[in-house]
């Protein structure tokens, strides 16, 4: 394997706007006849927004980092630091022993009822199993994110990771900083990087839910599978368990080796 540094990639193109597209799709958001009566602070708003894309003003309020970083100095945008005091916080929670442990429950399914298709997923009927199964404990307390929210609220979104990871450690950092961006529009960003520890065999299951009939009765199927429901608890169970031996600092088999294969 060679010590010379890789080449960089690039050649997508660019994606900055002209002036008059990028008003263009800004203006999109006003498209209700109730703003035509304010057209001149539309305008304005509009010159605004163009100014802070033309200028790259990814975050607007920032301050010294301070003594706590190898540059005092370098600017950092109040967000990240508020997110980065957030994570320490719980951090602290997480480290005392004697409260309660959290659980994030997610419903990944982009259907719900406040939208087409008009129905709720069963995947959030299962969660919902689950979240109830858990809160019954009361060394518990349960997060549950909902993303068919993204759907059907209005300022929810989850922008992507870039995998800046991928090109070099030091281009990733902790909490992300990459969102929110405001020159982008990027904001309302409703998750964060995150590792996952696994709870083990008995904590995931994999099941058709009405094989080979229609969809539009599928809730009916999930209703007559009544062991799906009882998987569903299991491993919720499974789940609060592993937690409950992670806190106490008890670690699976193989935990403590070094992966040969490191970044």
């Not at 659980?103 to 009927?125: V, Y």
């Not at 990733?172 to 904001?187: A, F, K």
């Not at 309302?188 to 969809?215: K, Q, S």
Request: net charge negative; charged share 30%; with cysteine.
């Amino acid at each position: 394997m060679s010590n010379e540094l890789p080449t960089v990639r690039t050649g997508q193109g660019s994606t900055r706007l002209s002036r008059s597209e990028f008003e263009h799709r800004y203006r999109a958001q006003f498209a209700d006849p109730a703003f035509d009566a304010p057209t001149p602070e539309v305008e304005r708003l509009t010159t605004i927004a163009w100014e802070a894309y033309e200028d790259s003003r990814k975050s607007p309020h920032s301050r010294k980092a301070g003594p706590e970083f190898a540059d005092p100095e370098h600017e950092l945008p109040l967000e990240w630091l508020e997110t980065r005091a957030a994570i320490k916080e719980a951090q602290q929670r997480f480290e005392d022993h004697g409260g309660k442990s959290r659980i994030l429950l997610i419903s990944a399914s982009p259907r719900t009822d406040e939208t087409c298709p008009g129905e709720m997923a069963k995947t959030f009927r299962v969660t919902t199993e689950v979240r109830e199964c858990i809160e019954r404990n009361s060394g518990f307390t349960v997060d549950f994110l909902d993303l068919s929210r993204i759907n059907s609220e209005y300022g929810r979104q989850i922008h992507p990771c870039k995998a800046c990871v991928s090109t070099a450690m030091p281009l990733c950092h902790w909490p992300c900083s990459c969102y929110p961006n405001h020159y982008m529009g990027q904001i309302h960003d409703w998750l964060t990087d995150m590792e996952l520890a696994p709870a083990g065999a008995a904590a995931v299951f994999d099941r058709y839910i009405g094989y080979y009939e229609p969809y539009a009765t599928s809730h009916e199927a999930l209703d007559r599978d009544t062991a799906f429901m009882e998987e569903a608890r299991s491993a919720a169970l499974t789940l609060m368990d592993a937690v409950t031996e992670m806190r106490k600092g008890r670690k699976a088999p193989g935990d403590e080796l070094e992966s040969p294969r490191q970044k």
